[in-house]
Antibody, heavy 120, light 110 residues
Framework: QVQLQESGPGLVKASQTLSLTCTVS??????????WSWIRQPAGKGLEWIGRIYSSGGTSYNPSLKSRVTMSVDTSKSHFSLKLSSVTAADTAVYFCARGLPYSNWFDPWGQGTLVTVSS | QSVLTQPPSVSAAPGQKVTISCSGS????????VSWYQQLPGTAPKLLIYENDKRPSGIPDRFSGSKSGTSATLGITGLQTGDEADFYC???????????FGGGTKLTVL
C-alpha cells in the first residue's frame, strides 16, 4: 500500500527557510487521481493545513501561509517538497505529509511526521 | 481559534457509546464533505470516516459518522481503552479556499 515518509532538517534558524521532502512509495504517484498535502501540528495543538500539490504541479495554499509557502513535485523521484520562508518560533511543529482526494478532501495515508524546531 | 468547533474533551466508560460533535457553517460543513481522524498519542492522524459517513477498509463499524446541516457527528460504540485518542474533523471551506480542521477532542475511556 501507499506509504509516505517525510525528511529534512529538524532545526531551522529564525528568518531562514524550512525545507522538507515527502517520498511516496508503494503506489502510483503520478496517476493524477490524488493530491499531495502538507499539514502541521504545533505541540499540544490542532492540525493546520498548509497546502496541496498535484502531480501535474498545480498548487493550492492556505491563505494564512500563502505568502511564505512554495510546494514542488518531482515525479521521477515520486516525491514532493515544501519550502516555508521567513520562519519564526510559531512555525515550530510536527510536519506531516499526506495523500488527499480532490473534492472530498480527505487525507489517507499520512506520513509519520517530522518535528521541525525553529531556533533563535 | 479553529473554524470548526469541537468539544475539548469527552469521556465514557468501557463498553459505552460516545459522540463527538463538529460545528461549522454553510461555507464549510454545510456544503462540503466531512472527514474524521483519530490520532493516538505520538502518532500521525488516521482516517476514520470520509465523505460524512463512509468507513475506510479496516475501520470497525463501531465508528460511524453523520452530518446534518452545518454540523457533523462522530459516534463510537463499544468503547475500548485502546480508543483513547484525539479526534479531529476536517472539511473544505469554500470561503477560505482551504481545508480546515476542528480543534480536536480528547477521548478518555474511564
Amino acid at each position: 500500500q501507499v506509504q509516505l515518509q517525510e525528511s529534512g532538517p529538524g532545526l531551522v534558524k529564525a528568518s531562514q527557510t524550512l525545507s522538507l521532502t515527502c517520498t511516496v512509495s508503494g503506489g502510483s504517484f503520478s496517476s493524477g487521481t490524488h493530491f499531495w498535502s502538507w499539514i502541521r501540528q504545533p505541540a499540544g495543538k490542532g492540525l493546520e493545513w498548509i497546502g496541496r500539490i498535484y502531480s501535474s504541479g498545480g498548487t493550492s495554499y492556505n491563505p494564512s501561509l500563502k505568502s511564505r509557502v512554495t510546494m514542488s513535485v518531482d515525479t521521477s523521484k515520486s516525491h514532493f517538497s515544501l519550502k516555508l520562508s521567513s520562519v519564526t518560533a510559531a512555525d515550530t511543529a510536527v510536519y506531516f505529509c499526506a495523500r488527499g482526494l480532490p473534492y472530498s478532501n480527505w487525507f489517507d495515508p499520512w506520513g509519520q511526521g517530522t518535528l521541525v524546531t525553529v531556533s533563535s | 481559534q479553529s473554524v470548526l468547533t469541537q468539544p475539548p474533551s469527552v469521556s465514557a466508560a468501557p463498553g459505552q457509546k460516545v459522540t463527538i460533535s463538529c460545528s461549522g457553517s454553510s461555507s464549510n460543513i454545510g456544503n462540503n464533505y466531512v472527514s474524521w481522524y483519530q490520532q493516538l498519542p505520538g502518532t500521525a492522524p488516521k482516517l476514520l470516516i470520509y465523505e460524512n459517513d463512509k468507513r475506510p477498509s479496516g475501520i470497525p463499524d463501531r465508528f460511524s459518522g453523520s452530518k446534518s446541516g452545518t454540523s457533523a457527528t462522530l459516534g463510537i460504540t463499544g468503547l475500548q481503552t485502546g480508543d483513547e485518542a484525539d479526534f479531529y474533523c476536517g472539511t473544505w471551506d469554500s470561503s477560505l479556499s482551504a481545508v480546515v480542521f476542528g480543534g480536536g477532542t480528547k477521548l478518555t475511556v474511564l
